[in-house]
Protein backbone atom coordinates (compact mmCIF):
# COMPACT_ATOMS: atom_id res chain seq x y z
CA UNK A 1 0.00 0.00 0.00
CA UNK A 2 1.66 3.26 -1.14
CA UNK A 3 1.82 6.51 0.57
CA UNK A 4 -1.04 7.98 -2.24
CA UNK A 5 -3.73 5.28 -1.11
CA UNK A 6 -3.10 6.41 2.47
CA UNK A 7 -3.66 9.94 1.63
CA UNK A 8 -6.84 8.90 0.05
CA UNK A 9 -8.23 7.48 3.00
CA UNK A 10 -7.13 10.48 5.31
CA UNK A 11 -8.40 12.41 3.26
CA UNK A 12 -12.22 10.59 2.73
CA UNK A 13 -11.79 9.89 7.00
CA UNK A 14 -11.77 13.95 6.67
CA UNK A 15 -14.49 14.32 4.87
CA UNK A 16 -16.52 12.32 7.09
CA UNK A 17 -15.44 14.38 9.91
CA UNK A 18 -16.18 17.39 8.55
CA UNK A 19 -20.10 16.06 7.70
CA UNK A 20 -20.26 14.58 11.51
CA UNK A 21 -19.94 18.08 12.03
CA UNK A 22 -22.44 19.76 10.48
CA UNK A 23 -24.93 17.46 12.42
CA UNK A 24 -23.93 18.12 15.49
CA UNK A 25 -24.53 21.71 14.69
CA UNK A 26 -28.01 21.00 13.27
CA UNK A 27 -28.45 19.66 16.51
CA UNK A 28 -27.75 22.80 17.85
CA UNK A 29 -30.71 24.72 15.26
CA UNK A 30 -33.13 22.04 16.36
CA UNK A 31 -32.18 23.06 20.57
CA UNK A 32 -31.42 26.22 20.22
CA UNK A 33 -33.97 28.43 22.46
CA UNK A 34 -33.32 31.69 20.37
CA UNK A 35 -32.73 33.06 17.31
CA UNK A 36 -28.73 34.09 17.77
CA UNK A 37 -27.66 30.28 18.30
CA UNK A 38 -29.37 29.41 14.90
CA UNK A 39 -27.97 31.96 13.54
CA UNK A 40 -24.43 30.77 14.54
CA UNK A 41 -25.50 27.46 13.70
CA UNK A 42 -25.98 28.86 9.82
CA UNK A 43 -22.59 30.39 10.25
CA UNK A 44 -20.52 27.70 10.89
CA UNK A 45 -23.14 24.74 9.06
CA UNK A 46 -21.82 27.12 5.80
CA UNK A 47 -17.99 27.32 6.63
CA UNK A 48 -18.25 23.32 6.77
CA UNK A 49 -20.00 23.47 3.37
CA UNK A 50 -17.75 25.63 1.80
CA UNK A 51 -14.81 22.92 2.37
CA UNK A 52 -16.99 19.73 1.72
CA UNK A 53 -17.41 21.60 -1.82
CA UNK A 54 -13.63 22.41 -2.07
CA UNK A 55 -12.98 18.30 -0.86
CA UNK A 56 -15.06 17.07 -4.13
CA UNK A 57 -14.00 19.43 -6.31
CA UNK A 58 -9.87 17.96 -5.50
CA UNK A 59 -11.34 14.53 -5.38
CA UNK A 60 -13.27 14.78 -8.78
CA UNK A 61 -10.22 16.88 -10.19
CA UNK A 62 -12.74 19.19 -11.67
CA UNK A 63 -11.71 23.01 -10.90
CA UNK A 64 -14.89 24.65 -12.40
CA UNK A 65 -16.44 23.09 -8.89
CA UNK A 66 -14.07 25.67 -7.02
CA UNK A 67 -16.32 28.50 -8.33
CA UNK A 68 -19.14 27.47 -6.42
CA UNK A 69 -17.09 27.84 -3.12
CA UNK A 70 -16.28 31.02 -4.27
CA UNK A 71 -19.34 32.44 -4.83
CA UNK A 72 -20.36 30.82 -1.46
CA UNK A 73 -17.47 32.31 0.03
CA UNK A 74 -18.71 36.22 -1.37
CA UNK A 75 -22.03 35.65 -0.14
CA UNK A 76 -22.89 33.90 2.45
CA UNK A 77 -22.33 36.20 5.36
CA UNK A 78 -25.21 38.40 3.74
CA UNK A 79 -27.67 36.13 5.33
CA UNK A 80 -26.27 35.95 8.57
CA UNK A 81 -25.85 39.92 8.66
CA UNK A 82 -29.30 40.37 7.80
CA UNK A 83 -30.20 38.47 10.56
CA UNK A 84 -28.40 40.19 12.74
CA UNK A 85 -29.42 43.83 11.65
CA UNK A 86 -33.18 42.39 11.97
CA UNK A 87 -32.29 41.42 15.63
CA UNK A 88 -30.92 44.67 16.11
CA UNK A 89 -32.91 46.98 14.78
CA UNK A 90 -35.87 45.27 12.39
CA UNK A 91 -34.96 46.76 8.53
CA UNK B 1 -17.67 7.69 0.16
CA UNK B 2 -19.22 9.82 -1.98
CA UNK B 3 -22.91 8.16 -0.88
CA UNK B 4 -22.05 8.22 2.48
CA UNK B 5 -22.09 11.75 2.49
CA UNK B 6 -25.17 12.45 0.38
CA UNK B 7 -26.98 10.24 2.91
CA UNK B 8 -26.23 12.30 5.45
CA UNK B 9 -26.42 15.73 3.77
CA UNK B 10 -30.40 13.95 2.43
CA UNK B 11 -31.22 13.24 5.86
CA UNK B 12 -30.50 16.69 7.21
CA UNK B 13 -32.26 18.17 4.20
CA UNK B 14 -35.21 16.23 5.20
CA UNK B 15 -35.02 17.00 9.06
CA UNK B 16 -34.28 20.54 8.21
CA UNK B 17 -37.67 20.68 5.89
CA UNK B 18 -39.62 18.88 8.75
CA UNK B 19 -38.36 21.83 11.03
CA UNK B 20 -39.47 24.84 9.13
CA UNK B 21 -43.08 23.19 9.01
CA UNK B 22 -43.01 22.96 12.80
CA UNK B 23 -41.18 25.87 14.34
CA UNK B 24 -43.56 28.73 15.90
CA UNK B 25 -41.11 31.29 15.92
CA UNK B 26 -41.39 32.26 12.09
CA UNK B 27 -37.46 33.68 12.03
CA UNK B 28 -36.23 30.62 12.83
CA UNK B 29 -37.80 28.66 10.14
CA UNK B 30 -36.49 31.27 7.28
CA UNK B 31 -33.14 29.84 8.98
CA UNK B 32 -34.14 26.55 8.34
CA UNK B 33 -35.05 27.35 4.88
CA UNK B 34 -31.91 28.41 4.45
CA UNK B 35 -30.44 25.32 5.44
CA UNK B 36 -32.44 23.47 2.88
CA UNK B 37 -31.13 25.49 0.20
CA UNK B 38 -27.24 25.10 1.39
CA UNK B 39 -27.58 21.71 1.56
CA UNK B 40 -28.81 21.23 -2.06
CA UNK B 41 -26.37 22.79 -3.56
CA UNK B 42 -24.03 20.66 -1.88
CA UNK B 43 -25.88 17.91 -3.28
CA UNK B 44 -26.19 19.54 -6.76
CA UNK B 45 -22.77 19.78 -6.68
CA UNK B 46 -22.21 16.03 -6.17
CA UNK B 47 -24.42 15.72 -9.67
CA UNK B 48 -22.03 16.92 -10.99
CA UNK B 49 -23.85 19.98 -11.89
CA UNK B 50 -22.07 23.63 -11.20
CA UNK B 51 -24.25 25.74 -12.93
CA UNK B 52 -27.34 24.83 -10.95
CA UNK B 53 -25.57 24.68 -7.59
CA UNK B 54 -24.63 28.59 -8.03
CA UNK B 55 -27.39 29.82 -8.78
CA UNK B 56 -28.64 28.25 -5.96
CA UNK B 57 -25.71 29.11 -3.36
CA UNK B 58 -26.53 32.91 -4.64
CA UNK B 59 -30.56 32.77 -5.12
CA UNK B 60 -31.45 30.65 -2.68
CA UNK B 61 -28.81 30.78 0.32
CA UNK B 62 -28.33 34.56 0.30
CA UNK B 63 -31.48 36.45 -1.34
CA UNK B 64 -34.25 34.19 -0.78
CA UNK B 65 -33.49 34.44 3.04
CA UNK B 66 -32.79 38.65 2.80
CA UNK B 67 -36.46 38.87 1.15
CA UNK B 68 -38.10 36.37 3.47
CA UNK B 69 -37.02 38.63 6.63
CA UNK B 70 -38.08 41.91 4.70
CA UNK B 71 -41.80 40.79 3.85
CA UNK B 72 -41.98 39.53 7.11
CA UNK B 73 -41.18 42.90 8.81
CA UNK B 74 -43.44 44.80 6.76
CA UNK B 75 -46.04 42.19 7.91
CA UNK B 76 -45.55 42.83 11.58
CA UNK B 77 -45.02 46.05 11.49
CA UNK B 78 -48.59 46.64 9.55
CA UNK B 79 -49.87 44.55 12.23
CA UNK B 80 -49.08 46.25 14.97
CA UNK B 81 -50.27 49.59 13.69
CA UNK C 1 3.86 15.59 -0.43
CA UNK C 2 0.22 14.48 -0.75
CA UNK C 3 0.79 12.23 2.77
CA UNK C 4 1.52 16.10 4.43
CA UNK C 5 -1.29 17.66 2.54
CA UNK C 6 -3.77 15.02 4.11
CA UNK C 7 -2.41 14.99 7.48
CA UNK C 8 -3.05 19.15 7.68
CA UNK C 9 -6.49 18.40 6.19
CA UNK C 10 -7.70 15.78 8.98
CA UNK C 11 -5.73 18.43 11.46
CA UNK C 12 -8.39 20.50 10.03
CA UNK C 13 -11.43 18.60 10.31
CA UNK C 14 -10.51 18.04 13.67
CA UNK C 15 -10.83 21.89 14.72
CA UNK C 16 -14.24 21.79 12.71
CA UNK C 17 -15.59 18.69 14.55
CA UNK C 18 -14.25 20.35 17.86
CA UNK C 19 -15.66 23.63 17.00
CA UNK C 20 -19.12 21.98 16.59
CA UNK C 21 -18.97 20.31 19.88
CA UNK C 22 -18.10 23.61 21.36
CA UNK C 23 -21.15 24.67 19.38
CA UNK C 24 -23.24 21.89 21.00
CA UNK C 25 -22.03 21.90 24.54
CA UNK C 26 -21.74 25.81 25.54
CA UNK C 27 -23.51 27.23 28.33
CA UNK C 28 -24.44 30.66 26.92
CA UNK C 29 -24.95 32.45 22.66
CA UNK C 30 -21.56 34.30 23.58
CA UNK C 31 -19.62 31.03 24.68
CA UNK C 32 -21.07 29.00 21.39
CA UNK C 33 -20.30 31.86 19.24
CA UNK C 34 -16.92 31.77 20.79
CA UNK C 35 -16.42 28.33 19.83
CA UNK C 36 -18.12 27.83 16.93
CA UNK C 37 -16.91 30.72 14.84
CA UNK C 38 -13.19 30.63 15.76
CA UNK C 39 -12.54 26.94 15.37
CA UNK C 40 -14.59 26.71 12.44
CA UNK C 41 -12.40 29.42 10.96
CA UNK C 42 -9.10 27.86 11.90
CA UNK C 43 -10.09 24.20 10.71
CA UNK C 44 -11.43 25.57 7.50
CA UNK C 45 -8.55 27.30 6.53
CA UNK C 46 -6.09 24.27 7.55
CA UNK C 47 -8.32 22.23 5.62
CA UNK C 48 -8.34 24.22 2.41
CA UNK C 49 -4.29 24.40 2.61
CA UNK C 50 -3.98 20.35 3.52
CA UNK C 51 -6.16 20.12 -0.03
CA UNK C 52 -4.00 22.79 -2.08
CA UNK C 53 -0.78 20.78 -0.45
CA UNK C 54 -2.10 17.71 -1.62
CA UNK C 55 -3.70 17.85 -4.96
CA UNK C 56 -1.16 20.93 -6.52
CA UNK C 57 -2.57 22.38 -9.45
CA UNK C 58 -1.23 25.64 -9.94
CA UNK C 59 -4.81 26.92 -11.10
CA UNK C 60 -6.57 25.25 -7.80
CA UNK C 61 -3.60 26.87 -5.31
CA UNK C 62 -4.57 30.47 -6.59
CA UNK C 63 -7.85 29.69 -6.25
CA UNK C 64 -7.64 28.36 -2.93
CA UNK C 65 -5.76 31.21 -2.09
CA UNK C 66 -8.27 33.76 -2.92
CA UNK C 67 -10.76 31.50 -1.07
CA UNK C 68 -8.95 31.97 2.03
CA UNK C 69 -8.76 35.42 1.51
CA UNK C 70 -12.78 35.73 1.31
CA UNK C 71 -13.00 33.70 4.38
CA UNK C 72 -10.81 36.15 6.63
CA UNK C 73 -12.39 38.98 5.10
CA UNK C 74 -16.07 37.74 5.69
CA UNK C 75 -16.21 35.13 8.34
CA UNK C 76 -15.16 38.29 11.74
CA UNK C 77 -17.53 40.43 9.73
CA UNK C 78 -20.71 38.16 10.41
CA UNK C 79 -19.57 36.83 13.85
CA UNK C 80 -19.18 40.95 15.13
CA UNK C 81 -22.42 41.53 13.70
CA UNK C 82 -24.08 38.96 15.32
CA UNK C 83 -22.60 39.14 18.48
CA UNK C 84 -23.22 42.95 18.38
CA UNK C 85 -26.83 42.46 17.83
CA UNK C 86 -27.68 39.78 19.96
CA UNK C 87 -26.11 41.96 23.03
CA UNK C 88 -28.39 44.73 22.16
CA UNK C 89 -31.08 42.32 21.37
CA UNK C 90 -31.36 41.80 25.30
CA UNK C 91 -29.80 37.99 25.39
CA UNK C 92 -28.65 37.26 28.96
CA UNK C 93 -25.34 36.16 29.78
CA UNK C 94 -24.56 33.31 31.43
CA UNK C 95 -24.16 32.85 35.55
CA UNK C 96 -20.70 32.56 35.87
CA UNK C 97 -19.44 35.14 33.47
CA UNK C 98 -17.82 37.75 35.94
CA UNK C 99 -17.20 41.08 33.78
CA UNK C 100 -19.49 42.73 30.61
CA UNK C 101 -17.18 45.68 29.56
CA UNK C 102 -20.03 47.01 27.28
CA UNK C 103 -22.69 47.18 29.26
CA UNK C 104 -20.95 48.80 32.48
CA UNK C 105 -19.85 51.46 29.13
CA UNK C 106 -23.36 52.16 28.58
CA UNK C 107 -24.29 52.60 31.95
CA UNK C 108 -21.16 54.66 32.52
CA UNK C 109 -22.52 57.37 29.63
CA UNK C 110 -26.01 57.75 31.57
Redesign the interface.
Known amino acids: MDSSAIAKVIY ?1 IS ?2 MA ?1 SG ?2 LS ?1 IR ?2 K ?1 PT ?1 AD ?2 VS ?1 DV ?2 II ?1 IS ?2 VY ?1 AA ?2 G ?1 I ?2 L ?2 AL ?2 GL ?2 F ?2 VV ?2 AR ?1 LER ?2 | ?2 L ?2 II ?2 GI ?1 MI ?2 AV ?1 ALYLK ?1 L ?2 AI ?2 A ?2 IS ?2 A ?2 LY ?2 L ?1 A ?1 DV ?2 TE ?2 IG ?2 LT ?2 VF ?2 AF ?1 KI ?2 DRED | MMLAGALITFLGAAFLLLGSIGLLRMPDVYNRMQAGTKTSTLGSILFLIGIAVGFGFKVFIAKILILILFILITNPISSHTLARAAHFFGIELTESTVRDNLKEDEEGDR
Do not use: C, W
Open positions: DALVIVFLIGIRALMTAIIIITRIYDVVYISLGAIYGF | MSIIFLIAALNVAISGVLLSVLFAPAMAASGTILLNRS
